[in-house]
């Protein structure tokens, strides 16, 4: 059909008034949100209903709320014996609606087992298996309940809320003091027949940074856009509308403030189709910001099986009311296609609810999102790229692709890259080094000044999962093409689907052949699990911000849907840990010079774990005048032993006269040590510091240096020396027995600088001494 006549015909079509009249339905709470909840069987009597009530010393959990069934998101506690349970739970919900005035009454969904009574705003609205009369908390259910999974309704008039705050009460009663179980969840929708078109897709949130994000939803007819926004619930104050009449909207806020909460509505001019508490976004932070990041990493997701249900639930009971900043996608978004109907089925209708409204969504393609042909990049006719809005001019950061296939962005201070595994552009694929692709990677790393840098795709270099990276092709070429070029700009995590599996490496660098050329003293760079628990050797990895080949850990993350199937020498030599048996995803936080990532299972345990610092160990000389205050603080965020007994972070110091050594570890045991500070505070009287400075000028040299990491895993470790003038430095490094074993001379500048050693396995003394006889030494341990 003529473009123009489709156009005329969506806006006949939007016109048409009563013809298109519909019943719109709104999710304005959602099953699974957070309830506050009393377990104690204590009587409250009525005064808990009232909007008044202060709930705030009731537990709180994500529904479903019970016990007794094993598939609950939050179990509540029925007492001592399980012969005379509590006989009364009871839950309270305050949530916001914006534009009641919009609907024409309320619908009531809801999960019960046994009984039930529900208040809104303090007055009873349905009971559902409960006698009439009054009830109090020794009330039973008039029966038994085997239907705590079936979806209960119940439609209320649009006067049992009102515009704002509205306040849910439940009490949920058993029928028997013995009886196994309780069930308990609910949502609320808005009805309204009016030619507000439905939602069928969305809202989902695309392109954020620290000042704009574009809002994405689709409706079932043609209409305008207008999104509402603001940073109070409930008092949307600012709006943005687009005025062409489709059915897929996309509208871009911007002139925001960075780290930002704002809440929004979706609608078209006439009026609101969707708002809520879970209607939000966060801007990006600046890129210092002190707080934690997190990120959700999703791989092989859709499709539509029991394990990607159980793997977004396990990851919302792990998250909590804490909110998830960022959402990758590793590929093979929609099974088995890549059709659009696909992708509604077994994505947007899956995460709707949740993770869509207020998560920021970077996605990278897999092959299924092509229908396995590779070709199709070429044309640009997937319906991945027509689903979503990427970012490939720098709209978020980063080098502008001019592609949306692949693409960088910044969050805070994480540099992200999502490459594009699969498709071919001008028939070259994306492991071909002389690839548009592969080009502007190479430059996008080279601008790149992020602390952390993590790069994430579909087909993963090192895997023994449900497919082999020993035998298959496309992932021979990018493990052989592609690592050396990520790990010598400092990549520091790259995640990978493919394989529908978890697994997840050593620190390792320079391995680029098959399984069985991997050497653990060539190619591991240390052999802690990283888990930093407190076990045996979990220490963290520990590597520097500097743009260096420090080492990289590889995750494939790719059954967050399928899961299972394993080549013959499963796991690869490259792994700590793997688990082909039990799906789900990999939440990663940030916090400053702090990577902690976890791998949350369907059934709701963390099975993997690992840390990594950067630019911890660190040995600082600092002069000072005596009797002049100076702070200090640690490099890493954790846990604190200063030498003078203070466990914070920071410690402030009044030194007298000379030098004062202050030391600052994770740890109060020798034994459980991992990281270490060491200050050397140096306190003199300023014509002293004068003198200092003027001897070091007329040649009295002066130096300092430390070795790190100690103990080295792998052949290397580096020298950072402190030089107050350029000079000559002599290394000599001999074993414990006095045996030299390697020497040489280097001219050092003034200032900090740093020099690569190589040894083998062993304890050796390390001297550096300069042409005055001034010397240091310290020793080291190659593991």
């Known amino acids: 059909m003529n473009p123009q006549l489709k156009k005329l015909f969506a806006i006949l079509a939007f016109s048409a008034g009563p013809v298109l009249t519909t019943v719109a339905q709104t999710t304005l709470l959602p099953f699974g949100s957070s309830w506050k909840y009393l377990d104690n069987g204590s009587n409250q009597g009525t005064s808990w209903r009232a909007v008044s009530f202060n709930d705030g010393s009731w537990k709180s959990g994500p529904g479903k709320l019970g016990y007794g069934d094993g598939d609950e998101a939050t179990v509540v506690s029925?007492?001592?014996?399980?012969?005379?349970?509590?006989?009364?739970?009871?839950?309270?919900?305050?949530?916001?609606?914006?534009?009641?005035?919009?609907?024409?009454?309320?619908?009531?969904?809801?999960?019960?087992?046994?009984?039930?009574?529900?208040?809104?705003?303090?007055?009873?609205?349905?009971?559902?298996?409960?006698?009439?009369?009054?009830?109090?908390?020794?009330?039973?259910?008039?029966?038994?309940?085997?239907?705590?999974?079936?979806?209960?309704?119940?439609?209320?008039?649009?006067?049992?809320?009102?515009?704002?705050?509205?306040?849910?009460?439940?009490?949920i009663h058993q029928s028997d003091k013995s009886s196994s179980d309780i069930s308990f969840d609910l949502q609320v929708k808005g009805s309204s027949s009016?030619?507000?078109?439905?939602?069928?897709?969305?809202?989902?949130?695309?392109?954020?940074?620290?000042?704009?994000?574009?809002?994405?939803?689709?409706?079932?007819?043609?209409?305008?856009?207008?999104?509402?926004?603001?940073?109070?619930?409930?008092?949307?104050?600012?709006?943005?509308?687009?005025?062409?009449?489709?059915?897929?909207?996309?509208?871009?806020?911007?002139?925001?403030?960075?780290?930002?909460?704002?809440?929004?509505?979706?609608?078209?001019?006439?009026?609101?189709?969707?708002?809520?508490?879970?209607?939000y976004f966060n801007t990006a932070p600046l890129t210092n910001t002190p707080r934690k990041i997190r990120i959700a990493a999703y791989g092989d997701c859709g499709n539509n099986s029991t394990n990607q249900k159980n793997v977004r639930d396990a990851y919302l009971n792990y998250v909590g009311a804490n909110h998830t900043d960022v959402w990758l996608l590793l590929g093979d978004n929609a099974y088995?296609?890549?059709?659009?109907?696909?992708?509604?089925?077994?994505?947007?209708?899956?995460?709707?609810?949740?993770?869509?409204?207020?998560?920021?969504?970077?996605?990278?393609?897999?092959?299924?999102?092509?229908?396995?042909?590779?070709?199709?990049?070429?044309?640009?006719?997937?319906?991945?790229?027509?689903?979503?809005?990427?970012?490939?001019?720098?709209?978020?950061?980063?080098?502008?692709?001019?592609?949306?296939?692949?693409?960088?962005?910044?969050?805070?201070?994480?540099?992200?890259?999502?490459?594009?595994?699969?498709?071919?552009?001008?028939?070259?694929?994306?492991?071909?080094?002389?690839?548009?692709?592969?080009?502007?990677?190479?430059?996008?790393?080279?601008?790149?000044?992020?602390?952390?840098?993590?790069?994430?795709?579909?087909?993963?270099?090192?895997?023994?999962?449900?497919?082999?990276?020993?035998?298959?092709?496309?992932?021979?070429?990018?493990?052989?093409?592609?690592?050396?070029?990520?790990?010598?700009?400092?990549?520091?995590?790259?995640?990978?689907?493919?394989?529908?599996?978890?697994?997840?490496?050593f620190l390792i660098h320079g391995h680029f052949g098959l399984e069985n050329t991997f050497s653990f003293s060539q190619h591991a760079l240390s052999n802690s699990s990283a888990k930093y628990d407190g076990s045996a050797n979990s220490c963290?990895?520990?590597?520097?911000?500097?743009?260096?080949?420090?080492?990289?850990?590889?995750?494939?993350?790719?059954?967050?849907?399928?899961?299972?199937?394993?080549?013959?020498?499963?796991?690869?030599?490259?792994?700590?840990?793997?688990?082909?048996?039990?799906?789900?995803?990999?939440?990663?936080?940030?916090?400053?010079?702090?990577?902690?990532?976890?791998f949350v299972a369907a059934d709701k345990t963390i099975k993997d774990q690992f840390t990594i610092v950067k630019d911890a160990n660190k040995k600082t000389t600092l002069p000072v005048t005596p009797g002049q205050p100076l702070t200090?603080?640690?490099?890493?965020?954790?846990?604190?032993?200063?030498?003078?007994?203070?466990?914070?972070?920071?410690?402030?110091?009044?030194?007298?006269?000379?030098?004062?050594?202050?030391?600052?570890?994770?740890?109060?045991?020798?034994?459980?040590?991992?990281?270490?500070d060491t200050f050397n505070v140096v306190a003199a009287s300023p014509l002293a510091e004068m003198q200092n400075i003027s001897e070091a000028k007329n040649g009295a040299a002066s130096f300092s240096y430390r070795a790190y990491p100690n103990p080295a895993s792998g052949n290397t470790f580096q020298l950072e020396i402190n030089s107050w003038k350029e000079q000559p430095l002599r290394l000599l490094i001999t074993d414990l027995n006095g045996k030299e074993v390697q020497h040489k001379t280097w001219g050092v500048p003034s200032g900090i600088s740093k020099q690569t050693v190589s040894l083998p396995q062993g304890v050796y003394f390390i001297t550096l001494t300069n042409t005055k006889g001034e010397k240091q030494t310290e020793k080291i341990m190659m593991q």
Not at 580 to 590: D, P
């Open 78 to 171: 029925y007492g001592s014996s399980s012969s005379s349970k509590y006989v009364t739970t009871y839950f309270r919900k305050t949530f916001n609606i914006t534009g009641v005035n919009n609907y024409n009454n309320f619908i009531l969904e809801y999960l019960r087992d046994d009984g039930i009574v529900i208040y809104v705003n303090g007055t009873e609205v349905k009971r559902d298996n409960i006698s009439s009369g009054t009830v109090s908390y020794t009330t039973l259910a008039s029966d038994a309940s085997d239907d705590g999974d079936d979806i209960q309704t119940a439609t209320l008039n649009a006067g049992n809320f009102v515009e704002g705050s509205n306040t849910i009460a439940v009490e």
């Open 194 to 279: 009016s030619n507000l078109p439905v939602i069928s897709r969305g809202p989902y949130l695309q392109m954020g940074n620290q000042t704009a994000v574009s809002v994405r939803w689709r409706t079932g007819i043609a209409a305008n856009g207008k999104v509402k926004y603001g940073t109070v619930l409930g008092n949307l104050t600012d709006s943005v509308v687009h005025t062409d009449v489709v059915t897929e909207h996309e509208v871009r806020i911007t002139g925001l403030q960075p780290d930002t909460k704002y809440y929004y509505s979706v609608g078209t001019s006439a009026g609101v189709i969707e708002a809520g508490e879970k209607n």
């Open 336 to 505: 088995d296609d890549g059709k659009d109907a696909e992708f509604q089925t077994n994505f947007f209708n899956i995460y709707k609810d949740n993770l869509l409204k207020n998560i920021l969504l970077f996605p990278s393609p897999g092959n299924h999102d092509y229908d396995n042909n590779s070709t199709r990049q070429d044309d640009h006719n997937i319906p991945y790229l027509a689903n979503f809005s990427l970012p490939k001019n720098g709209e978020c950061g980063g080098l502008a692709s001019g592609k949306e296939e692949y693409y960088s962005f910044d969050y805070g201070d994480i540099h992200f890259i999502s490459l594009d595994s699969y498709g071919k552009e001008s028939s070259k694929r994306f492991y071909d080094t002389s690839s548009a692709q592969v080009i502007w990677l190479k430059k996008d790393l080279a601008a790149n000044t992020r602390k952390w840098t993590i790069a994430y795709w579909h087909h993963p270099p090192y895997t023994m999962g449900s497919h082999n990276s020993d035998s298959e092709s496309e992932l021979v070429s990018v493990r052989k093409n592609l690592i050396r070029i990520l790990e010598r700009y400092g990549v520091d995590l790259i995640l990978n689907g493919h394989s529908h599996d978890y697994e997840r490496s």
């Open 540 to 598: 963290p990895y520990v590597t520097t911000s500097a743009k260096t080949d420090h080492g990289t850990i590889y995750v494939v993350a790719g059954s967050a849907g399928q899961v299972g199937g394993t080549s013959s020498s499963f796991p690869h030599a490259i792994s700590y840990y793997a688990n082909a048996t039990t799906g789900g995803s990999l939440v990663l936080e940030v916090e400053g010079s702090r990577l902690d990532a976890k």
């Open 632 to 676: 200090l603080t640690a490099s890493w965020i954790g846990k604190y032993q200063w030498n003078t007994g203070a466990t914070t972070r920071s410690i402030t110091v009044t030194p007298s006269a000379g030098t004062t050594v202050f030391t600052v570890t994770d740890n109060a045991t020798a034994s459980g040590q991992c990281l270490r």
